[in-house]
């Protein structure tokens, strides 16, 4: 079952990562920092009709500054290239493991995974891979961030990382962590952390620590995904309580009751337009100008169980599934949903244009 869930937003770009049951404390690692060379570049596919299914059981997307959308899940990561070809990555090529939680990409244009076995980055042609021998608090990272001043944050089934490219900082329950098994982390305009726990939230402002519960004002301590709304809101994704949102002062929660397709949140995104979609266990669900829409499918989801979501500027979603790979929406008429693979891959937008034709 797919589980804990986490977002992180930088300029442009919606970054979904998943924690995923399972997600536990790695094996102590023998494995110092390492440098892999490529091996050779990964074999490039031509497109079929099942080429969005090249990795099926997807924990996280993102989408880099060449157009490329990457997924990864249970058996690697994927890149498709705006022609429709994709290339497949595993341990075989550099990642440290094969089971990779989250993705994100920083400014450079490296890409860092997090997996079963550390952290890797990919600058495009080598690999580099950090453990608990480098600075890791723990050697499975379940979810990634990238704070404004370049930093990248690692959350790990025993706390979370910071690392600036050259020193590490590891941050416990001891330092003022509501909990250690850290399944989601957000990033708010003023470079505040949010990181999403089993045991509620906490915030870290560069120096203090202040960390949320129910008694606050949560509907569940169990945190699986992090969003920061354009009007700076916290939005924030539960296992079985629906969502809260927090405004600095006060909260609210929705739950099926009030239109979400199911109360398990498994990932968080903004749109361009400001509306929220919400990945569930039992399909997808769409919040703007305080109206629920929900998706599953009988609309034409691939699959219900959403653990990633990625919503580009002024483009339709994209839609990582458990099962049956990745899909994409089209919201002109509020009712298609289409998979990736029909067509090429830039071909998908919010004008409903598949392969030349217009979509019922």
Known sequence: MVHRVGINKFPGIIIVFVLLAGCLPARPQTRP??????????????????????????AGLALDQAGNLWAVGMNGAVRWNPNGTYQKFTSRDGLAGNKVWSVVETPDGALWFGT????SRFDGS????????????????????????????FGTPAGVSRF????????????????????????????????????????????????????????N?????IAVAPDKAVWFGTDGGGVTRFDGVSWKSYSKQDGLADNVIQSIAVGADGALWFGTEAGVSRFAGGNWQSYTTQNGLPADNIPAILVEPNQAPWFGTWG?????????DGRRVRRGGECGL??????????GEKAA
């Open 33 to 58: 920092l390492v440098e892999i060379p490529t091996p050779g570049e990964a074999p490039t596919v031509q497109p079929d009709p099942n080429s969005y299914d090249a990795i099926r059981e997807v």
């Open 126 to 153: 080598s690999w580099k891979t950090y453990t608990t021998l480098a600075g890791l608090v723990n050697d499975t990272v379940c979810a990634l961030a990238l704070t404004p001043d370049g930093a990248v944050w």
């Open 116 to 119: 079963e076995g550390g952290a």
């Open 221 to 225: 301590n169990e945190v699986w995904a």
């Open 324 to 332: 049956k790979g990745v899909g994409r929406l089209c919201i002109a």
């Open 164 to 219: 600036d490219g050259t020193n590490w900082q590891s941050y416990t329950k001891r330092d003022g962590l509501v909990n250690d098994m850290v399944q989601a982390i957000a990033v708010a305009p003023d470079g505040a952390v949010w990181i999403g726990t089993e045991g509620g939230v906490s915030r870290f402002d560069g120096k203090n620590w202040k960390s949320f519960t129910t008694s606050d004002g949560l509907v």
């Open 346 to 355: 830039r071909e998908w937008d919010l004008q409903c244009s598949y392969c």
